[in-house]
């Protein structure tokens, strides 16, 4: 029940990258029972400690971004129509007739309107609505709008998450809120143990423009190890078979930016604990947290496991709690095997 509270409390909240306040302070009252310490740095990463049992304890950082992709107004029209730019990789083609949130003075509800089909031009209805002839209607004129919203205001699509069946659930952000919902569900479990290791379960900002947050975030952990956490693509977003699959476990990815010694243990405590994984190629070390950890200062052994998610980058986007509570299982159980003599021999494998 936990898990599902904090997804659908940070999918609700607003936190486009580089407004993310919001949603780490979210992830800061949900993890700070299950940490020795909380902080925020300059840059706004959330960074919760479980200190391990020696001073020089080894220094493992789990990492899963917590902005998401936005708006931001770029222009008050006549009328009181507000023009808009992405924040992120938003598909222009989901954006049209959806209600929105304007982030001013105070929040303000609106709708994305466009043409209407009866008056456009020949051959438009059969193209996706350009960004720029995009609108959000708030109701208000003009001169009432510009009390409360300026230009580089933020807004975001407003979504109630929704119950499926099958334990799934839908809504918008949980690329990567998902990953912060495995974080905590790892440090929860983490309580069960007496760690040799110290875990830094970071919640990263700015991921969707650059891995920003991961970055430095690492440089100023130095990590021996890094785990990145995020979300990969489902079932039918393509209906390619070796796609994952919603409820079977997580994703450990296998490719440039996976430690092979780091991988095949990974793997062993899965089936040793009989948890539930899939294996997830991947062979571009770009896209996801674990590439800038990877690369940090001196190098850092790195794995990235993800959650399966159906429909990424839509406000409906889809999971299953299932194989959030199988990736924190995961992770904890892994992390507690962990000692000195595995780390240094990550360096000579």
């Known amino acids: 029940m936990e898990i599902k509270n904090f997804l659908v409390e940070t999918s609700q909240a607003a936190g486009p990258s580089g407004y993310e306040s919001q949603v780490g302070e979210i992830f ?20 919760a400690v479980r200190r ?24 008050i029209e006549d009328g009181g129509f507000l023009r808009f730019t992405r924040i992120g990789g938003i598909d222009q083609r989901t954006l049209l007739a959806q209600e929105v949130i304007v982030h001013g003075k105070q929040p303000l509800k609106g709708v994305i309107g466009a043409k209407p089909p009866h008056i456009q031009e020949p051959g438009e209805a059969k193209k996706a609505v350009p960004m720029e002839e995009l609108f959000i209607d708030t109701g208000l004129p ?50 069960r143990f007496k760690t040799n290791v110290s875990v830094y379960g970071v919640a990263t900002v700015q991921e969707e423009l650059g891995t920003r947050g991961a970055r430095t975030s690492a440089y100023a952990i130095e990590p021996d190890l890094g785990i990145g956490i995020d979300v990969t693509f489902a079932d039918r977003d393509d209906l390619l078979e070796e796609r994952s699959k919603l409820g079977k476990g997580p994703a450990i990815a296998i490719g440039p930016q ?7 243990q990974m793997i062993q405590i899965a089936e040793k604990r009989g948890i539930p994984y899939q294996i997830d190629p991947s062979p571009s070390p770009f896209g996801t947290d674990t590439a800038p950890i990877q690369v940090s200062r001196g190098g850092t052994a790195s794995i990235l496991i993800s959650v399966p998610l159906r429909y990424m980058h839509t406000s409906v986007e889809t ?12 992770l904890a159980e892994f992390i507690a095997g962990l000692d000195d003599q595995f780390v240094e021999g990550l360096s000579c494998f």
Do not use: W
């Open 28 to 47: 800061a009252r949900y993890i700070r029972d299950y940490a020795d310490e909380v902080s925020t740095d300059a840059l706004g990463n959330v960074v």
């Open 52 to 75: 391990g049992a020696g001073p020089d304890s080894p220094k493992v950082m789990l990492a899963g971004h917590i902005d998401e992709i936005g708006l931001l107004i770029t222009k």
């Open 142 to 191: 003009k001169e009432k709008v510009e009390r409360i919203v300026s230009v580089g205001d933020i807004a975001t699509i407003a979504r109630t998450v929704v119950e499926l069946q099958n334990d799934l659930i839908a809504g918008k952000a949980f690329d990567d809120r998902a990953g912060a919902a495995v974080i905590l569900a790892c440090f929860r479990e983490l309580v």
């Open 258 to 264: 996976v430690h092979p010694v780091v991988y095949q």
């Open 319 to 330: 999971l299953s709690l299932k194989d959030i509570e199988a990736a924190g299982r995961l």
